[in-house]
């Protein structure tokens, strides 16, 4: 059974910085795009910041020149850096991998972590 764990979520002033980090474990034979999404309360999930396995990012326009997203393929894991934090961020953040998990169903499948919360207020 394949599971993604977040951690690094919590209370913060507007103006701090939090890091985020995402784990993947289990039975599987490779990741492709690992992204970030978030969940503000009353609001649709949104995706914040992509990777592929190669290094390419892709970033939500209001996160731009803040967040940093970055991963490591030898350990299953993606960080998500994120600076000049604002109210506004205030969501559960959500880790999100596409796994291929048996050369079986060649086809990559997606999976979700269980969230982690991040407040930003003063």
């Known amino acids: 059974q394949v599971q993604l764990v977040e951690s690094g979520g919590g209370l913060v002033q507007p103006g701090g910085s939090l890091r985020l980090s995402c784990a993947a474990s289990?039975?599987?034979?490779?990741?492709?795009?690992m992204r970030w999404y978030r969940q503000a309360p009353g609001k649709q999930r949104e995706l914040v910041a992509a990777i592929s396995s190669g290094g390419s990012t892709d970033y939500a326009d209001s996160v731009k020149g803040r967040f940093t997203i970055s991963r490591v393929n030898a350990r299953s894991t993606a960080s998500l850096q994120m600076n000049s934090l604002k109210p506004e961020d205030t969501a559960v953040y959500y880790c999100?991998?596409?796994?291929?998990?048996?050369?079986?169903?060649?086809?990559?499948?997606?999976?979700w972590g269980q969230g982690t919360q991040v407040t930003v207020s003063s």
């Open positions: 289990g039975r599987f034979i490779s990741i492709a795009v």
């Open positions: 999100n991998a596409d796994l291929l998990l048996s050369y079986d169903m060649p086809a990559y499948t997606s999976h």
